[in-house]
Protein backbone atom coordinates (compact mmCIF):
# COMPACT_ATOMS: atom_id res chain seq x y z
CA UNK A 1 0.00 0.00 0.00
CA UNK A 2 2.90 2.31 0.92
CA UNK A 3 4.70 1.74 -2.82
CA UNK A 4 1.09 2.67 -4.36
CA UNK A 5 0.99 5.41 -2.34
CA UNK A 6 4.98 6.69 -3.11
CA UNK A 7 3.90 5.82 -7.10
CA UNK A 8 1.13 8.28 -6.95
CA UNK A 9 2.68 10.71 -5.80
CA UNK A 10 5.52 10.16 -7.71
CA UNK A 11 2.97 10.08 -10.99
CA UNK A 12 1.28 13.18 -10.10
CA UNK A 13 5.12 15.45 -9.44
CA UNK A 14 6.22 14.03 -12.62
CA UNK A 15 3.30 15.82 -14.25
CA UNK A 16 3.78 19.10 -12.88
CA UNK A 17 7.53 18.68 -12.96
CA UNK A 18 7.17 18.27 -16.84
CA UNK A 19 4.53 21.11 -17.43
CA UNK A 20 7.70 23.10 -15.81
CA UNK A 21 10.35 21.81 -17.59
CA UNK A 22 8.16 22.86 -21.02
CA UNK A 23 8.51 26.23 -19.76
CA UNK A 24 12.18 26.07 -20.10
CA UNK A 25 12.64 24.88 -23.32
CA UNK A 26 13.66 27.22 -26.43
CA UNK A 27 10.98 29.08 -28.61
CA UNK A 28 12.36 29.16 -31.54
CA UNK A 29 10.80 26.16 -32.73
CA UNK A 30 7.55 28.18 -31.92
CA UNK A 31 7.39 30.88 -33.09
CA UNK A 32 5.21 29.72 -36.38
CA UNK A 33 2.76 29.20 -33.53
CA UNK A 34 3.34 33.08 -32.26
CA UNK A 35 2.97 34.25 -35.36
CA UNK A 36 -0.67 32.47 -35.45
CA UNK A 37 -1.37 33.61 -32.26
CA UNK A 38 -0.78 37.34 -33.62
CA UNK A 39 -2.42 36.97 -36.66
CA UNK A 40 -5.83 35.66 -34.98
CA UNK A 41 -5.36 38.58 -32.71
CA UNK A 42 -5.06 40.88 -35.88
CA UNK A 43 -8.11 39.72 -37.22
CA UNK A 44 -11.02 39.84 -34.08
CA UNK A 45 -13.40 39.87 -36.74
CA UNK A 46 -12.93 37.03 -38.50
CA UNK A 47 -15.43 34.41 -37.75
CA UNK A 48 -14.87 30.61 -36.73
CA UNK A 49 -17.00 27.86 -37.96
CA UNK A 50 -19.21 26.68 -35.53
CA UNK A 51 -18.46 22.69 -34.95
CA UNK A 52 -21.21 20.72 -32.93
CA UNK A 53 -21.13 16.68 -32.21
CA UNK A 54 -24.26 14.92 -30.52
CA UNK A 55 -24.07 14.72 -26.94
CA UNK A 56 -21.46 17.02 -26.44
CA UNK A 57 -21.53 20.84 -25.90
CA UNK A 58 -20.77 22.94 -28.62
CA UNK A 59 -18.14 25.71 -28.91
CA UNK A 60 -18.76 28.50 -30.62
CA UNK A 61 -15.80 31.69 -31.34
CA UNK A 62 -17.92 34.70 -32.36
CA UNK A 63 -16.55 37.61 -34.33
CA UNK A 64 -16.47 40.86 -32.94
CA UNK A 65 -18.74 42.79 -35.71
CA UNK A 66 -22.00 44.78 -35.72
CA UNK A 67 -23.66 41.72 -36.98
CA UNK A 68 -23.13 39.30 -34.28
CA UNK A 69 -24.57 42.39 -31.58
CA UNK A 70 -28.05 40.97 -31.82
CA UNK A 71 -27.51 37.49 -30.14
CA UNK A 72 -24.41 38.24 -28.30
CA UNK A 73 -26.37 38.41 -25.22
CA UNK A 74 -27.59 34.97 -24.79
CA UNK A 75 -24.44 33.74 -24.99
CA UNK A 76 -22.46 35.94 -22.59
CA UNK A 77 -20.11 36.99 -25.08
CA UNK A 78 -21.28 40.89 -25.05
CA UNK A 79 -18.99 43.73 -23.45
CA UNK A 80 -19.74 44.74 -20.41
CA UNK A 81 -20.89 48.94 -21.04
CA UNK A 82 -20.59 48.98 -17.47
CA UNK A 83 -16.81 48.04 -17.69
CA UNK A 84 -15.74 50.21 -20.69
CA UNK A 85 -14.11 52.97 -18.41
CA UNK A 86 -11.32 50.19 -17.80
CA UNK A 87 -10.66 49.55 -21.19
CA UNK A 88 -7.78 52.39 -21.26
CA UNK A 89 -6.41 50.58 -18.06
CA UNK A 90 -6.33 47.28 -19.88
CA UNK A 91 -4.76 48.62 -23.05
CA UNK A 92 -2.13 49.90 -21.10
CA UNK A 93 -0.98 46.36 -19.36
CA UNK A 94 1.52 43.71 -21.16
CA UNK A 95 -0.05 41.35 -22.87
CA UNK A 96 1.19 38.13 -22.21
CA UNK A 97 3.89 36.24 -24.81
CA UNK A 98 2.62 33.25 -26.35
CA UNK A 99 4.76 30.95 -23.97
CA UNK A 100 3.04 32.94 -20.96
CA UNK A 101 -0.05 31.17 -22.22
CA UNK A 102 1.19 27.90 -23.01
CA UNK A 103 2.30 27.79 -19.80
CA UNK A 104 -0.92 28.77 -18.04
CA UNK A 105 -2.83 26.24 -20.29
CA UNK A 106 -0.11 23.48 -19.23
CA UNK A 107 -0.46 24.31 -15.63
CA UNK A 108 -3.90 24.07 -15.48
CA UNK A 109 -3.75 20.54 -17.73
CA UNK A 110 -1.46 19.32 -15.12
CA UNK A 111 -4.06 19.73 -12.58
CA UNK A 112 -6.74 18.20 -14.36
CA UNK A 113 -4.49 14.97 -15.04
CA UNK A 114 -3.58 14.83 -11.23
CA UNK A 115 -7.33 15.21 -10.70
CA UNK A 116 -8.76 12.37 -13.24
CA UNK A 117 -5.58 9.98 -11.77
CA UNK A 118 -7.18 10.29 -8.24
CA UNK A 119 -10.57 8.35 -9.76
CA UNK A 120 -8.35 5.09 -9.95
CA UNK A 121 -7.13 5.46 -5.80
CA UNK A 122 -8.38 3.44 -3.05
CA UNK A 123 -10.43 4.99 0.12
CA UNK A 124 -7.50 4.59 2.03
CA UNK A 125 -5.49 7.49 -0.68
CA UNK A 126 -8.10 9.87 -0.39
CA UNK A 127 -6.96 12.13 2.32
CA UNK A 128 -3.61 12.30 0.35
CA UNK A 129 -5.22 13.06 -2.84
CA UNK A 130 -7.16 15.87 -1.58
CA UNK A 131 -3.67 17.59 0.14
CA UNK A 132 -1.69 16.84 -2.88
CA UNK A 133 -5.04 18.70 -5.22
CA UNK A 134 -5.19 21.44 -2.59
CA UNK A 135 -1.50 22.28 -3.43
CA UNK A 136 -1.71 21.80 -7.33
CA UNK A 137 -4.78 23.66 -7.23
CA UNK A 138 -3.04 26.53 -4.52
CA UNK A 139 0.03 26.47 -7.41
CA UNK A 140 -2.26 27.32 -9.97
CA UNK A 141 -4.10 30.01 -8.39
CA UNK A 142 -0.32 31.98 -7.05
CA UNK A 143 0.67 32.10 -10.72
CA UNK A 144 -2.46 32.99 -11.64
CA UNK A 145 -2.40 36.08 -10.11
CA UNK A 146 0.90 36.31 -10.89
CA UNK A 147 -0.17 37.52 -14.96
CA UNK A 148 -0.99 40.56 -16.81
CA UNK A 149 -4.29 40.95 -17.53
CA UNK A 150 -5.16 40.30 -21.29
CA UNK A 151 -7.59 43.08 -22.65
CA UNK A 152 -10.92 41.78 -21.33
CA UNK A 153 -12.88 42.44 -24.31
CA UNK A 154 -11.11 40.22 -26.09
CA UNK A 155 -12.26 37.37 -23.59
CA UNK A 156 -15.67 35.25 -24.90
CA UNK A 157 -17.04 35.47 -21.22
CA UNK A 158 -16.64 39.32 -21.08
CA UNK A 159 -20.18 39.75 -20.25
CA UNK A 160 -20.69 37.43 -17.22
CA UNK A 161 -16.96 38.28 -16.33
CA UNK A 162 -16.00 40.81 -13.97
CA UNK A 163 -12.37 42.61 -13.56
CA UNK A 164 -11.58 40.24 -11.04
CA UNK A 165 -12.92 37.14 -12.04
CA UNK A 166 -11.16 37.52 -14.62
CA UNK A 167 -7.23 37.02 -13.23
CA UNK A 168 -9.03 33.51 -12.57
CA UNK A 169 -10.52 32.57 -15.67
CA UNK A 170 -8.88 29.48 -17.00
CA UNK A 171 -10.09 28.36 -13.72
CA UNK A 172 -13.28 29.18 -13.99
CA UNK A 173 -13.90 27.96 -17.52
CA UNK A 174 -11.91 24.57 -16.17
CA UNK A 175 -14.94 24.26 -13.45
CA UNK A 176 -17.42 25.09 -15.50
CA UNK A 177 -16.60 22.70 -18.31
CA UNK A 178 -16.33 20.12 -15.10
CA UNK A 179 -20.04 21.19 -14.22
CA UNK A 180 -21.18 20.04 -17.73
CA UNK A 181 -19.45 16.61 -17.64
CA UNK A 182 -21.42 16.43 -14.21
CA UNK A 183 -18.30 16.07 -12.30
CA UNK A 184 -19.52 18.04 -9.54
CA UNK A 185 -16.61 16.85 -6.90
CA UNK A 186 -13.59 18.11 -9.18
CA UNK A 187 -15.57 21.39 -9.77
CA UNK A 188 -16.46 22.11 -6.56
CA UNK A 189 -12.63 22.23 -5.02
CA UNK A 190 -11.98 24.85 -7.97
CA UNK A 191 -14.65 27.36 -7.30
CA UNK A 192 -13.55 26.40 -3.40
CA UNK A 193 -10.26 27.55 -4.44
CA UNK A 194 -11.12 30.92 -6.38
CA UNK A 195 -13.75 31.75 -3.32
CA UNK A 196 -10.64 31.43 -0.73
CA UNK A 197 -8.69 34.24 -2.68
CA UNK A 198 -11.78 36.02 -4.04
CA UNK A 199 -14.73 35.22 -1.65
CA UNK A 200 -16.89 37.38 -3.37
CA UNK A 201 -16.55 35.94 -7.25
CA UNK A 202 -19.59 35.93 -9.22
CA UNK A 203 -19.12 33.36 -11.22
CA UNK A 204 -17.71 30.83 -8.63
CA UNK A 205 -20.57 31.43 -6.80
CA UNK A 206 -22.27 31.29 -9.91
CA UNK A 207 -21.00 27.95 -10.84
CA UNK A 208 -21.81 26.17 -7.46
CA UNK A 209 -25.18 27.32 -8.00
CA UNK A 210 -25.58 25.63 -10.88
CA UNK A 211 -24.21 22.70 -9.93
CA UNK A 212 -26.62 21.98 -6.73
CA UNK A 213 -29.18 23.51 -8.69
CA UNK A 214 -28.64 20.30 -11.14
CA UNK A 215 -28.08 17.54 -8.32
CA UNK A 216 -31.21 18.41 -6.57
CA UNK A 217 -32.95 17.60 -10.05
CA UNK A 218 -31.06 14.51 -10.03
CA UNK A 219 -31.15 13.45 -7.00
CA UNK A 220 -34.83 15.22 -6.06
CA UNK A 221 -33.18 16.83 -2.73
CA UNK A 222 -34.56 20.00 -1.18
CA UNK A 223 -31.25 20.43 0.58
CA UNK A 224 -29.38 20.58 -3.12
CA UNK A 225 -31.61 23.30 -4.18
CA UNK A 226 -32.15 25.29 -1.08
CA UNK A 227 -27.95 25.29 -1.51
CA UNK A 228 -28.47 26.34 -4.96
CA UNK A 229 -30.86 29.07 -3.68
CA UNK A 230 -28.27 30.53 -1.47
CA UNK A 231 -25.57 30.54 -4.15
CA UNK A 232 -27.77 32.62 -6.73
CA UNK A 233 -28.58 34.94 -3.73
CA UNK A 234 -24.67 35.11 -2.62
CA UNK A 235 -24.22 36.41 -6.90
CA UNK A 236 -27.24 38.79 -6.69
CA UNK A 237 -26.23 40.74 -3.96
CA UNK A 238 -23.34 40.91 -5.42
CA UNK A 239 -23.07 44.78 -6.60
CA UNK A 240 -20.12 43.97 -8.73
CA UNK A 241 -21.93 41.02 -10.64
CA UNK A 242 -22.03 41.77 -14.55
CA UNK A 243 -25.39 42.77 -15.73
CA UNK A 244 -25.10 39.44 -17.83
CA UNK A 245 -24.51 37.04 -15.23
CA UNK A 246 -26.40 38.83 -12.64
CA UNK A 247 -29.94 38.33 -15.09
CA UNK A 248 -29.20 34.62 -15.35
CA UNK A 249 -28.95 34.43 -11.86
CA UNK A 250 -31.67 36.30 -10.86
CA UNK A 251 -34.20 34.78 -13.28
CA UNK A 252 -32.78 31.33 -12.14
CA UNK A 253 -33.31 32.30 -8.46
CA UNK A 254 -37.10 33.78 -9.12
CA UNK A 255 -37.73 30.16 -10.64
CA UNK A 256 -36.59 28.04 -7.96
CA UNK A 257 -37.67 29.90 -4.61
CA UNK A 258 -40.87 29.82 -6.71
CA UNK A 259 -40.65 26.03 -7.06
CA UNK A 260 -39.62 25.36 -3.59
CA UNK A 261 -42.34 27.74 -2.03
CA UNK A 262 -40.33 30.61 -1.04
CA UNK A 263 -42.09 33.38 -2.32
CA UNK A 264 -40.64 36.11 0.06
CA UNK A 265 -37.35 35.25 -1.73
CA UNK A 266 -38.47 35.39 -5.26
CA UNK A 267 -39.86 38.86 -4.75
CA UNK A 268 -36.78 40.08 -3.39
CA UNK A 269 -34.63 39.18 -6.64
CA UNK A 270 -37.54 40.13 -8.85
CA UNK A 271 -37.20 43.51 -7.25
CA UNK A 272 -33.42 43.50 -7.63
CA UNK A 273 -34.12 42.37 -11.36
CA UNK A 274 -36.64 46.07 -11.90
CA UNK A 275 -34.13 47.75 -10.02
CA UNK A 276 -31.00 47.02 -12.60
CA UNK A 277 -33.69 47.38 -15.72
CA UNK A 278 -36.62 49.05 -14.60
CA UNK A 279 -38.06 49.70 -18.54
CA UNK A 280 -38.31 45.63 -18.99
CA UNK A 281 -41.98 45.17 -19.09
CA UNK A 282 -41.04 41.55 -19.36
CA UNK A 283 -39.42 41.41 -15.93
CA UNK A 284 -42.85 43.44 -14.91
CA UNK A 285 -44.74 40.52 -16.16
CA UNK A 286 -43.80 38.25 -14.09
CA UNK A 287 -43.58 40.10 -10.99
CA UNK A 288 -47.23 39.85 -11.71
CA UNK A 289 -47.28 36.18 -11.62
CA UNK A 290 -45.02 36.03 -8.83
CA UNK A 291 -48.13 37.78 -6.73
CA UNK A 292 -50.78 35.71 -8.47
CA UNK A 293 -48.74 32.18 -6.96
CA UNK A 294 -48.68 34.18 -3.63
CA UNK A 295 -52.16 34.64 -3.38
CA UNK A 296 -51.90 38.94 -3.45
CA UNK A 297 -54.34 39.05 -6.23
CA UNK A 298 -54.58 42.86 -5.72
CA UNK A 299 -51.36 43.14 -6.04
CA UNK A 300 -50.88 41.22 -9.01
CA UNK A 301 -53.68 43.23 -10.86
CA UNK A 302 -51.73 46.04 -9.90
CA UNK A 303 -48.90 45.27 -11.18
CA UNK A 304 -50.85 44.12 -14.68
CA UNK A 305 -52.92 47.63 -14.78
CA UNK A 306 -49.39 49.60 -14.41
CA UNK A 307 -48.23 47.58 -17.72
CA UNK A 308 -51.26 48.01 -19.58
CA UNK A 309 -51.28 51.80 -19.03
CA UNK A 310 -47.46 51.69 -20.73
CA UNK A 311 -48.42 49.48 -23.29
CA UNK A 312 -52.25 48.87 -24.10
CA UNK A 313 -51.45 45.66 -26.49
CA UNK A 314 -49.22 43.72 -24.20
CA UNK A 315 -50.75 40.58 -24.76
CA UNK A 316 -49.43 38.63 -22.00
CA UNK A 317 -50.84 41.49 -19.66
CA UNK A 318 -54.07 41.77 -20.93
CA UNK A 319 -54.71 38.06 -20.46
CA UNK A 320 -53.49 38.21 -16.88
CA UNK A 321 -55.70 40.43 -16.06
CA UNK A 322 -58.49 39.23 -17.39
CA UNK A 323 -58.25 36.46 -15.29
CA UNK A 324 -57.64 38.40 -12.43
CA UNK A 325 -60.73 40.79 -13.09
CA UNK A 326 -63.42 37.38 -13.95
CA UNK A 327 -61.96 35.10 -11.96
CA UNK A 328 -61.32 37.12 -8.50
CA UNK A 329 -63.03 40.39 -9.07
CA UNK A 330 -66.27 38.41 -10.68
CA UNK A 331 -66.83 40.79 -13.13
CA UNK A 332 -67.31 38.34 -16.24
CA UNK A 333 -67.97 40.55 -18.85
CA UNK A 334 -64.75 43.03 -18.58
CA UNK A 335 -62.80 39.50 -17.53
CA UNK A 336 -63.85 37.96 -20.93
CA UNK A 337 -62.96 41.54 -22.88
CA UNK A 338 -59.37 40.83 -21.81
CA UNK A 339 -58.88 37.56 -21.90
CA UNK A 340 -59.84 37.38 -25.57
CA UNK A 341 -57.28 40.22 -26.67
CA UNK A 342 -54.56 38.73 -24.42
CA UNK A 343 -55.68 34.86 -26.64
CA UNK A 344 -55.83 36.86 -29.63
CA UNK A 345 -52.17 38.19 -29.76
CA UNK A 346 -50.65 34.44 -29.57
CA UNK A 347 -47.93 36.25 -27.52
CA UNK A 348 -45.55 34.18 -25.19
CA UNK A 349 -47.63 32.96 -22.25
CA UNK A 350 -50.85 32.99 -23.34
CA UNK A 351 -51.73 29.77 -25.35
CA UNK A 352 -52.33 28.35 -22.02
CA UNK A 353 -55.36 25.88 -21.38
CA UNK A 354 -56.40 28.38 -18.32
CA UNK A 355 -56.92 31.72 -20.17
CA UNK A 356 -59.24 29.12 -22.77
CA UNK A 357 -61.12 27.42 -20.14
CA UNK A 358 -61.89 30.76 -18.92
CA UNK A 359 -63.01 32.70 -21.99
CA UNK A 360 -65.00 30.00 -22.81
CA UNK A 361 -66.90 29.64 -18.97
CA UNK A 362 -67.29 33.55 -19.28
CA UNK A 363 -68.67 33.76 -22.57
CA UNK A 364 -70.74 31.02 -21.59
CA UNK A 365 -72.24 32.32 -18.21
CA UNK A 366 -73.45 35.53 -20.62
CA UNK A 367 -74.93 33.61 -22.44
CA UNK A 368 -72.62 32.94 -25.67
CA UNK A 369 -72.18 29.10 -25.74
CA UNK A 370 -71.87 28.68 -29.66
CA UNK A 371 -68.84 31.90 -29.21
CA UNK A 372 -67.67 29.55 -25.99
CA UNK A 373 -67.51 26.21 -27.86
CA UNK A 374 -65.56 27.83 -30.80
CA UNK A 375 -62.90 29.03 -27.98
CA UNK A 376 -62.87 25.10 -26.44
CA UNK A 377 -62.37 23.51 -29.89
CA UNK A 378 -59.34 26.14 -30.83
CA UNK A 379 -58.15 24.74 -27.37
CA UNK A 380 -58.56 21.50 -28.28
CA UNK A 381 -57.04 21.71 -31.33
CA UNK A 382 -53.85 23.51 -29.87
CA UNK A 383 -53.46 20.44 -28.06
CA UNK A 384 -54.80 21.96 -24.52
CA UNK A 385 -58.04 20.45 -23.77
CA UNK A 386 -58.50 16.67 -24.56
CA UNK A 387 -61.70 17.77 -26.62
CA UNK A 388 -63.94 20.63 -26.81
CA UNK A 389 -66.07 18.80 -23.72
CA UNK A 390 -63.54 16.94 -21.69
CA UNK A 391 -61.18 20.03 -20.77
CA UNK A 392 -59.50 19.22 -17.35
CA UNK A 393 -56.10 21.06 -17.13
CA UNK A 394 -53.74 18.02 -14.75
CA UNK A 395 -54.18 15.30 -17.16
CA UNK A 396 -52.57 11.80 -17.50
CA UNK A 397 -52.36 10.87 -21.25
CA UNK A 398 -53.63 7.70 -22.67
CA UNK A 399 -56.52 6.55 -20.13
CA UNK A 400 -59.38 5.43 -21.86
CA UNK A 401 -62.56 8.64 -22.36
CA UNK A 402 -66.19 8.26 -21.95
CA UNK A 403 -68.36 10.85 -20.43
CA UNK A 404 -70.43 7.59 -18.82
CA UNK A 405 -69.38 4.69 -16.92
CA UNK A 406 -71.65 1.58 -16.08
CA UNK A 407 -70.38 -0.36 -12.78
CA UNK A 408 -68.88 -3.24 -14.29
CA UNK A 409 -66.57 -1.18 -16.62
CA UNK A 410 -64.95 0.76 -13.37
CA UNK A 411 -63.70 -2.65 -12.61
CA UNK A 412 -64.67 -1.57 -9.11
CA UNK A 413 -67.96 -3.55 -9.14
CA UNK A 414 -67.60 -5.43 -5.37
CA UNK A 415 -67.32 -2.25 -3.42
CA UNK A 416 -70.01 -0.19 -5.29
CA UNK A 417 -72.55 -2.88 -4.67
CA UNK A 418 -71.34 -3.46 -1.40
CA UNK A 419 -71.87 0.41 -0.45
CA UNK A 420 -75.21 0.50 -2.43
CA UNK A 421 -76.45 -2.65 -0.11
CA UNK A 422 -76.05 -0.02 2.46
CA UNK A 423 -77.65 2.76 1.12
CA UNK A 424 -80.50 3.18 3.76
CA UNK A 425 -77.78 3.35 6.61
CA UNK A 426 -75.95 6.24 4.68
CA UNK A 427 -79.05 8.11 3.65
CA UNK A 428 -80.03 8.03 7.39
CA UNK A 429 -77.14 9.24 8.65
CA UNK A 430 -77.27 12.21 5.64
CA UNK A 431 -80.59 13.14 6.74
CA UNK A 432 -79.48 13.05 11.16
CA UNK A 433 -76.78 15.86 9.94
CA UNK A 434 -78.88 17.84 7.23
CA UNK A 435 -80.09 20.69 9.99
CA UNK A 436 -79.95 23.93 8.90
CA UNK A 437 -79.57 24.79 12.67
CA UNK A 438 -76.24 23.22 12.84
CA UNK A 439 -75.20 24.14 9.55
CA UNK A 440 -73.20 21.05 9.21
CA UNK A 441 -73.10 21.25 5.35
CA UNK A 442 -70.80 23.94 3.63
CA UNK A 443 -71.58 25.72 0.21
CA UNK A 444 -70.03 23.92 -2.51
CA UNK A 445 -66.46 25.65 -2.88
CA UNK A 446 -66.08 26.52 -6.53
CA UNK A 447 -68.25 29.45 -7.18
CA UNK A 448 -70.66 27.06 -9.62
CA UNK A 449 -73.86 28.01 -8.58
CA UNK A 450 -76.38 29.87 -10.68
CA UNK A 451 -79.49 30.02 -8.40
CA UNK A 452 -80.45 28.25 -5.50
CA UNK A 453 -78.86 26.41 -2.88
CA UNK A 454 -76.16 23.67 -2.99
CA UNK A 455 -74.00 22.45 -0.12
CA UNK A 456 -71.66 19.54 0.89
CA UNK A 457 -70.56 17.35 3.96
CA UNK A 458 -67.20 16.48 3.03
CA UNK A 459 -66.33 12.84 4.87
CA UNK A 460 -62.95 12.41 3.20
CA UNK A 461 -60.66 14.84 0.98
CA UNK A 462 -57.26 14.70 -1.09
CA UNK A 463 -56.84 11.06 0.31
CA UNK A 464 -57.89 11.94 3.90
CA UNK A 465 -60.08 11.13 6.76
CA UNK A 466 -62.68 14.07 8.07
CA UNK A 467 -62.39 12.72 11.52
CA UNK A 468 -64.78 15.12 13.19
CA UNK A 469 -67.34 14.92 10.40
CA UNK A 470 -66.88 10.90 9.91
CA UNK A 471 -67.67 10.86 14.13
CA UNK A 472 -70.83 12.45 12.95
CA UNK A 473 -71.82 9.35 10.27
CA UNK A 474 -69.60 6.79 11.27
CA UNK A 475 -71.38 3.68 9.70
CA UNK A 476 -70.93 5.60 6.55
CA UNK A 477 -67.55 5.93 7.21
CA UNK A 478 -67.65 2.20 7.71
CA UNK A 479 -68.73 1.37 5.11
CA UNK A 480 -66.39 3.27 2.54
CA UNK A 481 -63.75 2.64 4.38
CA UNK A 482 -62.81 -0.81 2.57
CA UNK A 483 -63.11 0.98 -0.70
CA UNK A 484 -59.16 2.19 -0.68
CA UNK A 485 -59.59 3.28 -4.52
CA UNK A 486 -61.57 6.04 -3.18
CA UNK A 487 -60.23 6.61 0.16
CA UNK A 488 -56.86 6.83 -0.92
CA UNK A 489 -57.68 9.25 -3.94
CA UNK A 490 -55.36 12.04 -3.85
CA UNK A 491 -57.50 13.55 -6.42
CA UNK A 492 -60.86 13.16 -5.06
CA UNK A 493 -63.27 13.49 -2.54
CA UNK A 494 -66.26 11.23 -0.05
CA UNK A 495 -69.31 13.55 0.38
CA UNK A 496 -72.61 13.96 1.00
CA UNK A 497 -74.19 16.49 -1.22
CA UNK A 498 -77.60 18.29 -1.32
CA UNK A 499 -79.63 20.46 -3.62
CA UNK A 500 -82.82 22.54 -3.03
CA UNK A 501 -85.14 23.13 -5.42
CA UNK A 502 -84.91 25.75 -8.06
CA UNK A 503 -80.87 25.25 -8.29
CA UNK A 504 -79.48 25.43 -11.22
CA UNK A 505 -75.50 25.02 -11.79
CA UNK A 506 -73.39 26.18 -14.47
CA UNK A 507 -71.47 23.71 -17.04
CA UNK A 508 -68.31 22.99 -15.52
CA UNK A 509 -65.52 20.54 -15.95
CA UNK A 510 -63.24 18.60 -13.51
CA UNK A 511 -59.66 19.84 -12.82
CA UNK A 512 -58.64 15.82 -13.84
CA UNK A 513 -58.84 12.81 -16.03
CA UNK A 514 -56.93 10.57 -13.51
CA UNK A 515 -60.57 9.92 -11.13
CA UNK A 516 -64.48 8.70 -11.79
CA UNK A 517 -66.99 10.17 -10.30
CA UNK A 518 -69.80 8.09 -8.69
CA UNK A 519 -73.17 9.75 -7.43
CA UNK A 520 -75.43 7.35 -4.64
CA UNK A 521 -78.98 8.13 -5.18
CA UNK A 522 -80.21 8.77 -1.27
CA UNK A 523 -83.58 10.84 -1.42
CA UNK A 524 -84.06 11.68 -5.41
CA UNK A 525 -87.23 13.47 -6.32
CA UNK A 526 -88.32 13.38 -10.16
CA UNK A 527 -87.62 16.78 -11.38
CA UNK A 528 -83.40 16.54 -10.92
CA UNK A 529 -81.29 16.09 -14.19
CA UNK A 530 -77.66 16.15 -14.56
CA UNK A 531 -76.08 16.26 -18.17
CA UNK A 532 -72.35 15.22 -19.01
CA UNK A 533 -71.18 16.14 -22.64
CA UNK A 534 -74.07 15.44 -24.80
CA UNK A 535 -76.21 13.46 -22.96
CA UNK A 536 -78.58 13.48 -20.13
CA UNK A 537 -79.66 11.23 -17.48
CA UNK A 538 -81.62 10.94 -14.42
CA UNK A 539 -80.51 9.30 -10.46
CA UNK A 540 -81.88 6.73 -8.90
CA UNK A 541 -82.69 5.51 -5.48
CA UNK A 542 -80.19 3.34 -3.95
CA UNK A 543 -78.17 2.80 -7.50
CA UNK A 544 -74.74 4.53 -8.25
CA UNK A 545 -74.83 6.91 -11.68
CA UNK A 546 -70.94 6.59 -12.50
CA UNK A 547 -69.14 9.67 -14.83
CA UNK A 548 -65.97 10.98 -15.95
CA UNK A 549 -66.28 14.31 -14.11
CA UNK A 550 -63.39 15.86 -16.35
CA UNK A 551 -66.20 16.34 -18.83
CA UNK A 552 -68.38 19.18 -19.23
CA UNK A 553 -71.37 18.58 -17.05
CA UNK A 554 -74.53 20.24 -15.83
CA UNK A 555 -77.45 20.03 -13.09
CA UNK A 556 -80.61 21.64 -12.66
CA UNK A 557 -83.52 21.26 -10.56
CA UNK A 558 -87.18 22.45 -11.24
CA UNK A 559 -88.66 21.45 -8.39
CA UNK A 560 -89.66 21.72 -5.20
CA UNK A 561 -88.02 18.81 -2.38
CA UNK A 562 -83.83 18.90 -2.08
CA UNK A 563 -82.10 15.86 -3.74
CA UNK A 564 -79.37 14.38 -1.83
CA UNK A 565 -76.48 11.97 -3.23
CA UNK A 566 -73.20 10.81 -1.56
CA UNK A 567 -70.67 11.62 -4.09
CA UNK A 568 -67.46 9.02 -4.16
CA UNK A 569 -64.60 9.71 -6.46
CA UNK A 570 -62.04 6.81 -7.40
CA UNK A 571 -59.16 6.12 -9.20
CA UNK A 572 -59.16 5.78 -12.90
CA UNK A 573 -59.16 2.00 -13.18
CA UNK A 574 -56.14 2.45 -15.97
CA UNK A 575 -53.65 4.13 -13.80
CA UNK A 576 -51.00 1.95 -11.84
CA UNK A 577 -50.56 1.91 -8.46
CA UNK A 578 -46.94 3.73 -9.18
CA UNK A 579 -49.05 6.07 -10.91
CA UNK A 580 -51.30 6.50 -8.49
CA UNK A 581 -48.41 7.10 -5.36
CA UNK A 582 -46.72 10.16 -7.43
CA UNK A 583 -49.53 11.99 -8.52
CA UNK A 584 -49.76 15.30 -6.70
CA UNK A 585 -53.23 15.52 -4.59
CA UNK A 586 -56.09 18.20 -6.03
Known amino acids: LKSRKRGKKRNVDAKVAQSDQDDE ?17 DQPSRPIKVIRRKGKRSSTTVSKTPDSAGTCASRGDCPDSREDDDDDDDDDEDEPSSSTRRRIKRRRYAVLAALDDDDDDDDDDAADDAKKLEEQLETSVASVKKLPL ?43 QVLSTNPKSPRAHFGMARAYDIQS ?21 NDDTPDELFRQAADRLT ?16 RALLDRFPDDLNLLNEFGVTFLMMGRNDDAKKVFHDILEIDPSNGFAQAHYGFIVKVVDGDIEEGVKYLRKGVKSKAPGTQDGRFYFHLGDGLQRLGRS ?19 YQRSLYNVDSLISRPWWTVEQTTYGRYLKAIEKQWMIIRDEGL ?51 FTAATKCTRGQIKFSVMQGGTRVWPHCGPTNCRLRGHLGLVVPAEPRIRVANETRAWKQGRFVIFDDSFEHEVWHDGQA ?17 QRQQLSPI
Open 150 to 192: KNRNSYKRHAITNRDDHKFRDLLDSADFLVEKHDMDKAFAIYE
Open 25 to 41: QPEEKDTKDDDDDDSDN
Open 217 to 237: EHKMSNKMLELAIHSYEAVVE
Open 255 to 270: ERARFRGWMVKAVKAQ
Open 432 to 482: SVLDAKTQTFEDEEESLTEKGDWKQFTLYSKGRRHERNCAKTPRTCKVVEA
Open 370 to 388: AEAYRVYEEGAELGLFLSK
Open 562 to 578: FRLVLIVDMWHPDLSPD
